[in-house]
């Protein structure tokens, strides 16, 4: 009951998305670090492989009872009753551990990104964000053929921690030694197969990556997942925070993933306004940023299948019912965020990132 009054609340009241987050959230996701952190593999794998049998084995029985409908009418409708009832705990439970912060005001918007005019243009909105592009891939360029010789590989142990000190001191989640960490998915073969490189289980707290995603993807990784640990659970808003701290660790290696998932991202947006503009900015690039490219490009032709596209429509639609209308397009949004903020930084605006309270960015 108390599950189901904070869904009602939240969605009638969103303005009590800050008292969930701080009274519900945190101490959950502190509390499940706690209990959780300490273990070598997933239990999130664990309990989605123990779903998919359960669900497995469930529709395997309504196949019998429809066979022998007449004498297996009743318990099958139980059956349905039995199942839909399950669902919609299950759905609460997601809700209440993670879910209601969809509902929490975009992240861009509680960091005074969008009150930022960048660019003034007598030629409408849409020269104008064909200039804010423009204007960021050029800046994403320059830095990424700036701190390409200084990236290195590092180990999955070194990567976790560094990501964590970074949340700790450039954000205030304050989750400390807990609730911040992500591990390797024993289910690296079906996030692929999907085209995810990791993803958050909003049941146990944890974050999950594929240990096959190349080295230049891996700090921004961390730190997209780590982002949802902090209660960021739009896409968009994840890429801006793992971009924000990345950028202001000052560590080579997480500014430059960085910055190449914001070019990746920025110059694919670019090239449906203007795709001879998109390839002359990719012939700028440095020789290792093109071969890490090249690399990501040829991960993505090999795992590009159907069962990513009925994902990705899947996917999509989800985020659209969670209050997003652009669906995965949110993930595109760091292209024009992510320039605002280094809009304000240029501004001599910096320090704390602030994504408790819907704190502005200080």
């Known amino acids: ?182 591990k390797p998915t024993m289910m690296g073969w079906l996030l692929r197969g999907i085209e995810l490189e990791g993803y958050y289980n909003p049941f146990t707290g944890e974050g999950q990556f594929d240990k096959k995603q190349p080295p230049c993807s891996m700090p921004e990784l961390f730190t997209h997942e780590i982002a949802h640990q902090a209660g960021i659970a739009a896409e968009g808003d994840a890429n801006l925070l793992s971009y924000a701290v990345c950028t202001a660790s000052g560590d080579s290696s997480f500014c430059y993933s960085a910055y190449l998932n914001a070019w990746q991202l920025t110059n694919e947006r670019l090239s449906d306004e203007d795709s001879d503009l998109a390839v002359k900015f990719e012939q700028q690039l440095n020789p290792l940023t093109v071969a890490h490219l090249d690399s990501l490009e040829q991960l993505s032709k090999e795992y590009n299948n159907q069962l990513a596209h009925i994902f990705n429509k899947f996917f999509d639609q989800f985020l659209k019912t969670q209050s997003k209308d652009d669906g995965l397009d949110d993930y595109a949004t760091i292209a024009t965020t992510a320039w605002r903020l280094e809009q304000k930084r240029a501004n001599g605006v910096t320090g704390i990132i602030r994504v408790r309270w819907g704190g502005r960015f200080q």
């Open 1 to 182: 009951m108390a599950v189901l009054l904070v869904f009602l609340w939240v969605h009638v009241f969103p303005g009590i998305v800050p008292l969930y987050s701080n009274c519900i959230f945190y101490p959950f996701q502190w509390l499940r670090g706690l209990l959780f952190g300490f273990l070598p593999f997933s239990l999130g794998d664990l309990l989605y492989y123990a779903a998919a049998i359960w669900a497995l084995v469930t529709v395997v029985k309504w196949l019998k009872f429809i066979i022998s409908f007449r004498r297996n009418k009743h318990r099958l409708v139980v059956s349905l009753l039995k199942t839909g009832t399950t669902s919609l705990c299950i759905y609460l439970l997601f809700f209440l551990g993670w879910g209601a912060n969809y509902s929490r005001i975009p992240l861009g918007e509680s960091l005074g990104l969008d009150s930022i005019e960048v660019l003034q243009s007598g030629e409408g909105h849409e020269q104008m964000a064909k200039n804010e592009l423009i204007a960021f891939d050029t800046f994403l360029v320059n830095k990424l053929n700036c701190y390409a010789p200084h990236f290195h590989a590092m180990k999955m142990s070194e990567l976790n921690a560094r990501a964590c000190r970074y949340y700790n001191s450039y954000t205030n989640c304050r989750l400390g030694r807990f609730g911040l960490g992500i």
